[in-house]
């Protein structure tokens, strides 16, 4: 059994430092403190919030949110921004899914310009309980798209998906 365990091990350590060598990562904050209001969605009778977050190369970061429930709202240079409402529910772990306020992962690969993906948390409520649950969600940074390719449970998990050749469908 310890031999099994000592093999698995070993290959996520593999994993890890081949994908550390060809892809580096940059953060930018989703901190509500840290992103400004610049408008309102007419979800819930206009009480929902935009916000529009630190970005990088030219990608604007907005968190969009309307009563316990947000998502982000990504813009690349030079075409109209992408919507990740329904993906976010989809890939929720649980009702009332919201973007966690912690930092947007941007992975490079090949080009340092453009990000190849983007991994972000979010969480959700499990059941009628006050408990939270969380996953990452990794989306595909392509030259024509942006897309949800997967979720994961952990950083090392998200950076693996992230790196992949998994493509937009």
Request: hydrophobic content about 40%.
């Amino acid at each position: 059994m310890w031999r099994l365990w000592a093999c698995f091990i070993l290959s996520v350590w593999i994993a890890g430092t081949g994908t550390a060598a060809s892809a580096d990562s940059a953060y930018t904050s989703l901190k509500s403190a840290e992103c400004r209001t610049v408008g309102q969605t007419g979800e819930d009778n206009g009480t929902g919030a935009i916000q529009e977050c630190p970005g990088r190369d030219g990608f604007r970061v907005q968190v969009v949110g309307d009563d316990a429930r947000s998502w982000l709202r990504i813009q690349p240079p030079r075409s109209a921004a992408v919507d990740f409402r329904e993906e976010t529910a989809a890939q929720a772990p649980g009702q009332f899914p919201n973007v966690a306020e912690t930092a947007l992962e941007w992975r490079y690969a090949n080009r340092r310009d453009r990000p190849a993906a983007f991994i972000h948390r979010i969480a959700a409520t499990v059941g009628d309980s006050d408990r939270s649950v969380s996953v990452l969600l990794v989306i595909r940074v392509t030259e024509d798209r942006l897309c949800v390719i997967g979720r994961a449970t952990g950083n090392v998990e998200a950076r693996v998906l992230a790196d992949s050749p998994r493509t937009c469908r």
